[in-house]
């Protein structure tokens, strides 16, 4: 995207000519169209909650329910407002992002029993998807990790992996060892991501752009915060995929061993 403008040469008076100034304003639009893609965004999927919670708590306040309408409503009115307090988080963690401001609560963290319980969580809310972990031996898989920003990491994986699977769908952990670090993959059976997509897949706000992603809802905030917290632990996110085979997201970070180790040489 070019930009022209002239500009009159005058020297003592006297015009010498006319200057042509070319200013290349790609970074600055697309700037502002990821500025209004982020507006909409955000304006659209914080409506979708709100007007249920508003349309059910209309018809609470106004007609008299029988008590398991009540309830009903109550539950879809609580899983609405925990589906916004998550979004607003998003946005917050997001803008920490971008102010550099991100802060780590590191400590010894054994992620395999961490993983199991949010697998079993998930098994338990999702449209009966299949969950398996494996572990490539017994030693525990332990890294210095901010337990909390961990729980988001697997979270944002896992809970993708179910939204773009079908219903039934399998989804494997797979957990190993390495010389210096741990990998942990998630992987699912599901619509998989067209290869056009992949380089994008961690740019903010990226959704892949058909019709079985639009139907299923997101901000594509998800795995720029899973990048940003694999990145605060010295690591590193990747993807492979096949479209309506699958995909792999592998995450791999430094084991506590060795980024205790590091940490020891580096203040030393
Ligand atoms: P969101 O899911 O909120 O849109 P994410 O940042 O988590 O945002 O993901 C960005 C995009 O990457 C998604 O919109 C979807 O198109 C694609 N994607 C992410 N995970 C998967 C997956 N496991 N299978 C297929 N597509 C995926």
Do not use: W
């Amino acid at each position: 995207n070019l930009q022209m403008y002239a500009e009159r040469i005058v020297v003592g008076g006297l015009s010498k000519g006319t200057l042509l100034v070319f200013r290349d304003i790609t970074s600055e639009t697309e700037a502002e169209r990821l500025k209004s893609e982020f507006i909409s965004t955000i304006s659209h999927e914080l409506r979708t909650p709100l007007s249920s919670i508003y349309g059910f708590t209309e018809l609470m306040v106004k007609k008299q329910l029988p008590n398991e309408k009540q309830a009903k409503y109550l539950q879809t009115i609580h899983a609405e407002t925990e589906r916004l307090t998550h979004l607003v988080n998003d946005f917050l963690d997001v803008q920490r992002m971008e102010a550099g401001s991100q802060m780590y609560d590191r400590e010894q963290l054994d992620v395999e029993p961490v993983i199991r319980d949010m697998m079993t969580f998930y098994e338990a809310s999702s449209l009966k998807h299949q969950f398996e972990l494996v572990t490539a031996d017994d030693r525990p898989y332990e890294l210095f990790a901010d337990c909390q920003k961990f729980k988001q990491l697997m979270s944002n994986l896992l809970s993708n992996a179910v939204k773009y699977s079908p219903r039934g769908g399998k989804i494997t952990v797979e957990l190993a060892h390495h010389d210096q670090s741990i990998s942990i993959k998630v992987k699912d059976q599901g619509i998989g991501i067209p290869s056009d997509a992949l380089d994008r897949l961690f740019d903010k706000f990226y959704r892949v752009d058909n019709s079985d992603s639009r139907e299923i809802g997101g901000t594509g905030l998800g795995l720029p915060i899973c990048q940003e917290i694999v990145r605060g632990h010295a690591g590193q996110i990747h993807v492979e995929s096949v479209q309506h085979q699958g995909s792999t997201f592998t995450v791999v970070i430094p084991s506590y061993e060795y980024a205790v180790r590091e940490q020891e040489t580096t203040t030393a």
